[in-house]
């Protein structure tokens, strides 16, 4: 359980503050400019994140 938690606590920090970099990108409609490629590359990152931390959870 503590091992999940260390996990999460370094996880989320870092997935919350690449959705809040998607959001403000998004809300300044930057995407029109560069075709949203961008946002693609943010949301691999945030992807990234999720993944490593669910094979956190499943390989320990």
């Known amino acids: 359980m503590d091992k999940s938690y260390a996990s999460f606590n370094s996880s989320f ?3 919350e503050k690449k959705f809040e ?3 403000s990108y998004m809300s300044a409609e930057y995407y029109k400019d560069d075709k949203a490629a961008k946002a693609d590359a943010i949301a691999k990152e945030i992807e990234t994140g999720c993944n490593t931390f669910l094979l956190r ?4």
Not at 57 to 60: D, K, Q, R, V
């Open 57 to 60: 959870e499943i390989l320990y």
């Open 21 to 23: 970099e998607l959001k």
């Open 13 to 15: 920090p870092n997935i």
